[in-house]
């Protein structure tokens, strides 16, 4: 069973860094993607960025585009959001998910466009934002 566990979450000050990380496990085989999400209190779950295992391929929303910056440890099925020049509407809970097979093969690195069609999701981690 593919599981998803995302940490890195916490307190910052506008215009600093984190990273947070996706450790996932249980894939049978390279036909995934796997993307960030986050929702905002009060707002609809959105897209961040999203990366094809397959063919490394990635894809960041325009929002984050030139911020964050989404990569991949293979040896450590892991995933990474680097959050560079936080601001304070970066705060939300942010969640890594993941789509395998014909959904990962016609999402591709646009996954962060799909939300309602990843298969698997993780416990959500709290990234906060002080102004």
């Known amino acids: 069973e593919v599981q998803l566990q995302a940490s890195g979450g916490g307190l910052v000050q506008a215009g600093g860094s984190l990273r947070l990380s996706c450790a996932a496990s249980?894939?049978?085989?390279?036909?995934?993607?796997i993307g960030w999400f986050r929702q905002a209190p009060g707002k609809e779950r959105e897209g961040i960025s999203c990366?094809?295992?397959?063919?490394?391929?990635?894809y960041s929303d325009e929002s984050v585009e030139g911020r964050f910056t989404i990569s991949s440890d293979n040896a450590k099925n892991t995933v990474y959001l680097q959050m560079n020049s936080l601001k304070p509407e970066d705060t939300a809970v942010h969640y890594c998910?993941?789509?395998?097979?014909?959904?990962?093969?016609?999402?591709?690195?646009?996954?962060?466009?799909?939300?309602?069609?990843?298969?698997?999701w993780g416990k959500g981690t709290l990234v906060t934002v002080s102004s």
């Open positions: 249980g894939f049978t085989s390279d036909d995934y993607v």
């Open positions: 990366i094809s295992w397959s063919d490394g391929s990635t």
């Open positions: 998910a993941a789509a395998v097979g014909e959904t990962a093969q016609a999402m591709g690195s646009m996954c962060v466009l799909f939300a309602f069609g990843m298969d698997y």
